[in-house]
């Protein structure tokens, strides 16, 4: 089970760090992702880190302002989201992969958590 927490509301240029806690299984030996969904609009990948921290890979409209990390021994991942724009504004869900690796597809993944919502104002 994953559990998403950290969102809010902010204004843009604002920071906020989501968390994405598992519990009822080891997450630590699978790659793990976060995806976002805005209203009217399909989800999309924003970053994934592979099982043993490396391998991250950014959405291009997040890359530089957001940073993924995790902490395999507390079973946590983050996302670390700086310099917040309007159009972040969405449903943030943390997901765990089938394997150690993940590409950026949603299929790749099998557990997801019940997404956290970040509202950026202008």
């Known amino acids: 089970q994953l559990q998403a927490s950290g969102g809010g509301l902010v204004q843009a240029g604002d920071s906020l760090r989501l968390s994405c806690a598992a519990s009822g299984r080891t997450f630590s030996s699978y790659a793990m992702g976060w995806f976002r969904q805005a209203p009217g609009k399909e989800r999309e990948f924003v970053a994934k880190?592979?099982?043993?921290?490396?391998?991250?890979t950014y959405a291009d409209s997040v890359k530089g302002r957001f940073t993924i990390s995790r902490d395999r021994a507390k079973n946590v991942m983050y996302l670390q989201m700086n310099n917040l724009k309007p159009e972040d504004t969405a449903v943030y869900y943390c997901?765990?992969?089938?394997?150690?690796?993940?590409?950026?597809?949603?299929?790749?993944?099998?557990?997801w958590g019940q997404g956290t919502q970040v509202t950026v104002s202008s």
């Open positions: 997901a765990s992969a089938r394997g150690a690796w993940a590409s950026t597809s949603g299929n790749d993944y099998r557990y």
């Open positions: 880190i592979a099982w043993n921290g490396d391998g991250s």
